[in-house]
């Protein structure tokens, strides 16, 4: 009999969690008691996975994996000994001996993977244990994606720009990584693994709660780049996946930590592309539409490639907001009325190069604070350290501006400070630029 069984795309409404090729404890196997490995490539792979299993355990979520033999090619993001083979053998041998359920994706199926979920056996085992995975610092910090549905990992010969990129990411890492990060607005589910609750209701109007778990094992981030290096580009690390709620309580080295954010820094930065002052709040359009609709709105109408995509990515019946196909299509065209000066950046796949641009802003302002000695995370177009660094933070933050972002159009910075356990009011602080 098959010890795997194949899902429909709909059987599952949690994302899975992708195999980290750069994180494993090593000796799990043999901790576990498995015949020992017919290689030191078998093995590597073989506690790989484990480790990553266990982990995706954790925060109740299945593994993913390709199964796709094309896959396997040789790779800047892993390293050799995943191999085809080696890794089709290691998930064989993890199911046979009871410590993982496969589910494969159909043959030739594309734009999922397949996935393994880990068994009682070894969660009881990784419990006992409670150790903790090494995560391989040498580890691919600047990664190029297919802009396809399938997000493909792409291959790039190194130039100067880029190996200018990595290094500026290297001195931002050691210092992520040697933060003490706590939320006490997260509950411990396990080992440097938070978990965050909001009640909610289902599609039948039924009350339910959303769990988010966020792992903080390894904070170190990495720049993604979309199709080339000139789209996307945003550095991605652990402490991002925190809520924007909890981060207020979120303490670095025992310390309270602000967050400084540029405000509707797409909308200024595309008034600034066109050489062209902003006049007043980009999402107040009028016609009483509500903001933070109109926000989101103007949000996906830089991210869309066409009016008609921007009304059905706007639609939404969730718990947070309700917009129906009616309001979307009027919340866009008063959008295209009220920014006609920046028309041909509305729905027009621009978002991308803006991302581009304010990463760029980001990056050189945590450079900037780590060179001098500033403990600090980076959150898009925001940054979070602690509250007596805000003048710092501020500071660096318009200088940026101003070397990026050239024209009429001043940046706008908010802070918000932190949230104490005995506090019951939100404080708030603001600086204009």
């Given at each position: 009999m098959a010890n795997f069984h194949y899902f429909k795309l709909d059987d599952r409404s949690e994302r899975d969690q992708p195999l980290i090729f750069s994180c494993n404890l090593q000796g799990l196997a043999d901790s576990i008691g498995l015949k020992p490995a017919p290689s030191v490539a078998h093995e590597l792979v073989r506690d790989t996975f484990l480790t990553n299993l266990a982990l995706a355990g954790?925060?109740?979520?299945?593994?993913?994996?390709?199964?796709?033999?094309?896959?396997?090619?040789?790779?800047?993001?892993?390293?050799?000994?995943?191999?085809?083979?080696?890794?089709?053998?290691?998930?064989?041998?993890?199911?046979?001996?009871?410590?993982?359920?496969?589910?494969?994706?159909?043959?030739?199926?594309?734009?999922?993977?397949?996935?393994?979920?880990?068994?009682?056996?070894?969660m009881t085992h990784w419990r006992d244990l409670d150790a903790e995975p090494v995560y391989d610092r040498a580890a691919e910090t600047i990664i190029l994606k297919s802009r396809d549905e399938e997000r493909r990992l792409l291959e790039y010969v190194d130039s100067p720009p880029i190996r200018a990129k990595r290094d500026q990411v290297r001195p931002i890492n050691e210092m992520l990584n040697s933060l003490d990060v706590e939320v006490p607005a997260g509950a411990k589910a396990a080992r440097d693994l938070l978990l965050f609750e909001k009640a909610g209701f289902d599609k039948q109007g039924r009350p339910t709660v959303k769990r988010h778990f966020v792992r903080l094992t390894h904070k170190a981030g990495r720049r993604i780049f979309a199709g080339d290096f000139e789209?996307?580009?945003?550095?991605?690390?652990?402490?991002?996946?925190?809520?924007g709620d909890a981060r207020r309580t979120m303490t670095i080295n025992a310390v309270p930590c602000a967050e400084f954010d540029f405000s509707a820094m797409h909308p200024r930065l595309a008034y600034n592309l066109a050489g062209i002052p902003m006049d007043g709040d980009p999402y107040d359009i009028g016609r009483g539409f509500e903001r933070k609709h109109v926000k989101l709105a103007v949000l996906i109408a830089f991210n869309a490639t066409d009016p008609l995509s921007a009304i059905h990515a706007l639609v939404r019946d969730d718990d947070d907001m309700q917009i129906s196909y009616a309001l979307a299509t009027k919340i866009v065209a008063a959008i295209f009325e009220r920014h006609d000066v920046i028309r041909r950046m509305l729905c027009a796949d621009a978002g991308i190069k803006l991302m581009n641009l304010d990463a760029t802003i980001i990056m050189d302002v945590l450079e900037a604070l780590v060179a001098r000695?500033?403990?600090?995370?980076?959150?898009?177009?925001?940054?979070?350290?602690?509250?007596?660094?805000?003048?710092?933070?501020?500071?660096?933050?318009?200088?940026?501006?101003?070397?990026?972002?050239?024209?009429?159009?001043?940046?706008?910075?908010?802070?918000?400070?932190?949230?104490?356990?005995?506090?019951?009011?939100?404080?708030?602080?603001?600086?204009?630029?």
């Open positions: 954790e925060a109740e979520k299945p593994l993913s994996y390709s199964r796709h033999r094309g896959f396997y090619k040789r790779s800047r993001y892993r390293l050799p000994v995943f191999t085809y083979t080696n890794v089709v053998r290691v998930v064989a041998e993890i199911v046979r001996e009871g410590l993982g359920i496969e589910n494969r994706t159909r043959p030739g199926h594309r734009g999922r993977q397949s996935t393994i979920t880990a068994a009682d056996a070894l789209q996307h580009g945003r550095f991605y690390c652990a402490p991002q996946n925190i809520p000695g500033i403990p600090c995370i980076g959150i898009h177009d925001s940054v979070v350290l602690p509250e007596r660094y805000g003048g710092d933070a501020q500071a660096e933050m318009e200088k940026s501006w101003a070397l990026h972002s050239k024209g009429p159009t001043l940046c706008e910075i908010k802070g918000k400070s932190a949230i104490l356990p005995h506090m019951r009011e939100m404080r708030s602080t603001s600086g204009v630029s």
